[in-house]
């Protein structure tokens, strides 16, 4: 059998049930499998696959995997890429996740049974389809996201800077506003307009939506004993996005030059800007005023 999701609008094809597996975040983009449309990459899982069947070229990122207790390394190879976690608690063999770009396979060792670690599979699809995004003017961008009057506006930071709790503040005091993702929507030029999607991945708050809406703006947050926004000139624009990229990618220049093209595509359109803030209402009102009430007046 074969599992269809579409997710930002590209098609991920698996031989197992992902959804059955324990991650729920992919059940809201489940369709109906059809094998007469070509996906954009199909995950299949192969227990004999080997750090000996490819060959790495370069190890472009090491990154601690807490979830998993486990190291994770970032690779290119003679045919794609691979990421890999090596468990530091036993002496397994490790969990591979392998794309080749001429045929945007992607092969995986993983065992799926009782003992799964679903968050090992989790974060492997999100590396996998995080390069099938970059081939196709799209970017997972770590950020919580937020709607109002239709348009989206995505809330950057580093972990810890706010950026759920100034969604929320939104949500308490804004009419109408929703969370469509706290964690990693993709954005995406389509049919030349700057969106952002839900994603089957965010973070600890569980936010499925396979939903779709124009992007108001952008917002990086830092904490402030006051509340004070501004807008970001293009290259300052450009450093404030860039480090809610994927950044194991910023180590390989051909993600990184699809990540830039569609930053600077997505900016031409669309507003960043910086909110020095406290946690409070006033803060909530003044980034909702200036980006959405505001948005028209100021491209």
Same mark, same amino acid.
């Given at each position: 059998m074969i599992y269809d999701y579409v997710i930002a609008g590209l098609r991920l094809r698996s031989d197992i049930d992902l959804v059955a597996t324990g991650i729920r975040g992919f059940q809201p983009f489940e369709v109906a499998a059809d094998e007469s449309v070509s996906p954009s990459c199909h995950f299949h899982i192969d227990t004999d696959f080997s750090e000996d069947s490819i060959t790495i070229e370069q190890l472009l990122s090491e990154f601690d995997v807490t979830e998993a207790n486990a190291e994770g390394r970032f690779s290119r190879t003679t045919t794609g890429y691979l990421y890999s976690t090596h468990s530091r608690l036993d002496n397994k063999p490790a969990t591979l996740f392998h794309i080749d770009l001429a045929t945007h396979n992607i092969v995986s060792n993983i065992v799926c049974h009782s003992n799964l670690d679903i968050s090992l599979l989790r974060f492997g699809l999100w590396m996998m389809f995080g390069v099938v995004l970059s081939e196709n003017d799209a970017i997972a961008l770590h950020s919580s996201v937020?709607? /109002? &009057?239709?348009? %989206?506006? #995505?809330? #950057? !930071? *580093? /972990? !810890?800077? !706010?950026?759920s709790t100034h969604t929320r503040l939104w949500r308490e005091n804004i009419e109408g506003a929703k969370l469509l993702n706290d964690d990693s929507p993709i954005v995406r030029i389509v049919d030349g307009k700057a969106v952002v999607f !839900? /994603?089957?991945? /965010?973070?600890?708050t569980p936010c499925y939506k396979n939903l779709c809406f124009p992007i108001a703006g952008f917002c990086r947050l830092s904490q402030a004993p006051h509340n004070l926004i501004?807008? +970001?000139h293009p290259l300052a624009a450009i450093g404030a996005l860039l480090p809610s990229c994927p950044p194991a990618? %910023? &180590? $390989? $220049?051909? #993600?990184? $030059?699809g990540i830039c093209t569609t930053l600077g595509a997505l900016l031409k359109q669309v507003g960043a800007y910086h909110l020095e803030c406290l946690p409070d209402k006033a803060a %909530? *009102? +003044?980034s909702f005023n200036t980006i959405i009430c505001n948005a028209e007046g100021t491209r």
């Open positions: 937020i709607v /109002s &009057h239709d348009r %989206a506006v #995505l809330f #950057l !930071g *580093e /972990s !810890g800077t !706010g950026k !839900g /994603s089957p991945w /965010s973070g600890k501004r807008r +970001l990618f %910023a &180590h $390989d $220049d051909y #993600l990184q $030059d %909530a *009102e +003044l």
